[in-house]
């Protein structure tokens, strides 16, 4: 069974443009959540789609957004980019229901110039 | 606010000491804890879960962690390491009983394993 796929795995962008990283969850799975990690604040909760719907939120402005498709996968994005924004971005998927482990992809390393 | 605390950003045991990392968390309702490794470049994989029932939980690769309710604690513990035990370690905590999508992380802990 392939593992949580996120593209690309490294992006470089300057301050003020956005962008868009993919995660392909496990067959299967329908809860997509994102973490944002670095090396100050370490992993924290962006939010977690499930069922194409937005079900928890993290303490993050609204630059970062998402969304997840029929098929699971799911897309964050970020506007206006600003240099605390360059990071780690994982991708986790799961079952969705009840408390199963989460399955982390390698991640986005994103960094802002 | 809820949060998790890893005490000791930094861990050295020499091959085959025992291991032990330290999470403490804050709530007077107990959570679901995990542990989870991390290695260079990867993303983050699941060691071990405590939901309810045995407070003594083990997991993959020889590791296992004890619930304290009255220390709110979740240790995690290895009898004797192994070179390929390096890595960083979180403690995460989740108080949604009807999902695991968010979880609340610890700083982290790299173990370094000496030869």
């Known amino acids: 069974k392939a593992g949580v796929t996120q593209t690309p795995r490294y992006l470089i962008k300057t301050r003020g443009q956005q962008v868009t990283l993919s995660c392909s969850p496990i067959?299967?799975?329908?809860?997509v959540s994102w973490y944002q990690q670095t090396p100050g604040q370490g992993l924290q909760f962006l939010f977690e789609?499930?069922?194409?719907?937005?079900?928890n939120k993290g303490n993050f402005p609204g630059r970062f957004s998402g969304r997840q498709f029929s098929n699971s996968r799911s897309e964050m994005n970020v506007s206006t980019l600003e240099l605390g924004d360059s990071a780690l971005y994982l991708c986790?998927?799961?079952?969705?229901?009840?408390?199963?482990?989460?399955?982390f992809g390698s991640g986005t390393q994103l960094s802002v110039l | 606010a809820q949060s998790v605390t890893q005490l000791g950003s930094h861990v050295s045991v020499s091959e085959g000491a025992l291991v032990l990392l330290r999470c403490n968390y804050s709530?007077?309702?107990?959570?679901?804890l995990f542990w989870y490794v991390q290695y260079p470049n990867q993303g983050l994989q699941l060691l071990l879960k405590?939901?309810?029932?045995?407070?003594l939980v083990k997991g993959i690769n020889g590791f296992e962690a004890e619930f304290k309710k009255s220390e709110t604690s979740f240790h995690l513990t290895k009898p004797s390491a192994h070179m390929s035990d390096a890595a960083e370690y979180f403690c995460?905590?989740?108080?949604?009983?009807?999902?695991?999508?968010?979880?609340?992380f610890g700083q982290g802990t790299t173990l370094q394993v000496k030869p």
């Open positions: 995460a905590v989740s108080y949604f009983s009807g999902n695991t999508g968010k979880l609340i």
């Open positions: 405590y939901t309810t029932g045995a407070t």
């Open positions: 789609y499930f069922s194409e719907t937005q079900r």
């Open positions: 986790a998927s799961s079952i969705g229901t009840g408390v199963e482990k989460l399955f």
């Open positions: 709530s007077s309702v107990p959570p679901y």
């Open positions: 067959s299967g799975h329908r809860s």
